[in-house]
């Protein structure tokens, strides 16, 4: 049973970075393509990007292109965000999800998210 | 950039039917999948590829998709179903996941 266990909450300074990770458990990082999505306060839910295992490659969404970076340690199966230069409009609960067995339109499971606020 | 728009609210009493619609342009044409999402809990799959179930979601839950509209309908809705639901697409020509707008179903 695949398992995201994400980071703990954080708080930061507008302009600053942080850097969100998710643990995969029960299958290994390179049999899951993981993806990352952003939810503000009671708003809807906003994907920022992901691997594309048919390209190979991650791809982002065009408003956090630039801004955002996603990256793999498959020594030890965790996923990292690191989203930077941050403003108050990016206080938000991120998720980090993936595909699963090959089905790539829709994500299968979900982390517990990781709340990040921004304030000076 | 592409849209899926959804209804802000829909009401349900017990034991009836709901249904959410989800319109995007020749939304019929891709693959939609449906999430309910809790208060204070992360998201769900509910239904993905335009109607299957992933394992342990009820069969009271179905989809369709058709034209510009992808559609949940929860039948014999249940207290417990009384949730934000989101519909999502992958959209090509911009090499995007797309979710839509989110619809908040209450069970009166």
């Known amino acids: 049973q695949v398992q995201l266990v994400q980071s703990g909450a954080e708080v930061k300074k507008p302009g600053a970075s942080v850097k969100v990770s998710c643990k995969v458990s029960?299958?290994?990082?390179?049999?899951?393509?993981i993806h990352w999505v952003r939810q503000a306060p009671g708003k809807g839910l906003e994907w920022m990007g992901g691997f594309d295992p048919e390209g190979g490659e991650t791809i982002y969404a065009q408003k956090f292109q630039g801004r955002v970076t996603m990256t793999e340690d498959t020594s030890t199966d965790t996923a990292y965000m690191e989203l930077r230069i941050l403003r108050s409009e990016d206080t938000a609960m991120f998720y980090c999800?993936?595909?699963?067995?090959?089905?790539?339109?829709?994500?299968?499971?979900w982390g517990q998210g990781t709340m990040v606020t921004v304030s000076s | 950039s592409y849209e899926l728009t959804q209804p802000p609210s829909v009401s349900v009493s017990p034991g009836q039917t709901a249904s959410i619609t989800c319109s995007g342009d020749k939304l019929g044409d891709k693959y939609a999948c449906w999430y309910q999402q809790k208060p204070g809990q992360s998201p769900v799959l509910v239904i993905f590829q335009d109607s299957k179930r992933p394992s342990g979601i009820p069969e009271r839950f179905s989809g369709s998709n058709s034209g510009n509209t992808a559609t949940l309908t929860i039948s014999g809705t249940q207290a417990m179903d009384e949730a934000d639901y989101y519909c999502q697409a992958w959209d090509s020509s911009t090499d995007s996941y797309v979710f839509g707008t989110g619809t908040k179903v209450t069970v009166l």
């Open positions: 029960g299958y290994t990082l390179t049999e899951l393509s």
């Open positions: 999800t993936t595909h699963f067995q090959g089905e790539t339109d829709a994500f299968h499971i």
